[in-house]
């Protein structure tokens, strides 16, 4: 076999492979990268094994690299321009982790840090609420019915089930000491997830997580109020 057909041969089974490879990944930009290789070695699949080359296939390849290559670059420029503070730090390495940085940063250029005073209420029992909250640094209580029933601290989310299912808050929150916490927007992030589908993703496996522990330690309870099927679906 000529050598060139044989490197033609070599190089559309590492297409392949890096084809498979780029569809196992989560991180967008390794994604790229390996279709980018991938393309490359379609090019000289196409090249060299065929008695002529296949120059529509090639020109093709040529396109799709050429997207991916400046989709490479902006990706680059967005993580460069991703500056943390010491608190956006932590979480991103605690809480956030499944978020690319630069959806982190998103994230956190709607929210809005909060101080709550020892007594101050952050949701009411049956009464409309309109941010999603995270407790950074803190302790609060929850109550139904005037009675407490469980305590939240550092990394509860508060407002969730509300967020999720729409509606009224499921509980009274108030702290139990000075808390420190982050607030966004209902409407902010349910628009910010709606156009980042990935972030909506991994919103979605954090809250489940969060409620789930909530449900295991007795906090009030959700049954029959929330499906986490439908999570952030239909903008709730």
Same mark, same amino acid.
């Given at each position: 076999m000529d050598s060139s057909v044989l490197v033609?041969?070599?190089a559309g089974h590492i297409a392949s492979l890096l084809t498979m490879a780029a569809y196992l990944l989560k991180d967008i930009l390794?994604? !790229?990268?390996?279709?980018?290789?991938?393309?490359?070695?379609?090019?000289?699949?196409?090249?060299?094994v065929p008695a002529t080359p296949l120059w529509q296939v090639i020109g093709w390849n040529v396109l799709f690299a050429i997207i991916n290559i400046v989709q490479v670059a902006i990706i680059i420029k967005q993580r460069a321009d991703v500056h943390f503070t010491e608190e956006e730090k932590e979480l991103h390495e605690t809480?956030? $982790?499944? /978020?690319?940085? /630069?959806e982190f940063m998103k994230l956190m250029r709607i929210? $809005?840090?909060?101080?709550?005073?020892?007594?101050?209420v952050l949701a009411v029992e049956k009464q409309s609420l309109n941010a999603v909250m995270l407790?950074?640094?803190?302790?609060?209580?929850?109550?139904t019915n005037g009675k407490e029933v469980a305590k939240l601290k550092?990394?509860? /989310?508060i407002g969730e089930v509300s967020f999720m299912i729409g509606g009224e808050a499921t509980a009274t929150v108030r702290a139990l000491m000075p808390t420190r916490y982050i607030?966004? @927007? $209902?409407?902010?992030?349910?628009?910010?997830?709606? !156009?980042? @589908?990935?972030? !909506?993703?991994a919103m979605q496996a954090m809250l489940s997580t969060d409620l789930s522990k909530k449900l295991m330690h007795r906090a009030p309870s959700?049954?029959? $109020?929330?499906?986490?099927?439908?999570?952030?679906k239909g903008g709730k």
């Open positions: 033609g041969h070599l390794w994604l !790229r990268a390996l279709t980018i290789l991938s393309c490359f070695a379609g090019i000289a699949f196409n090249y060299f809480l956030f $982790k499944n /978020f690319a940085p /630069f929210g $809005k840090w909060l101080e709550a005073k020892q007594g101050e407790i950074y640094n803190g302790l609060v209580g929850v109550e550092d990394g509860n /989310f607030a966004w @927007p $209902k409407e902010a992030i349910i628009q910010l997830l709606n !156009r980042n @589908p990935s972030m !909506r993703f959700f049954h029959g $109020k929330i499906d986490l099927d439908s999570i952030l």
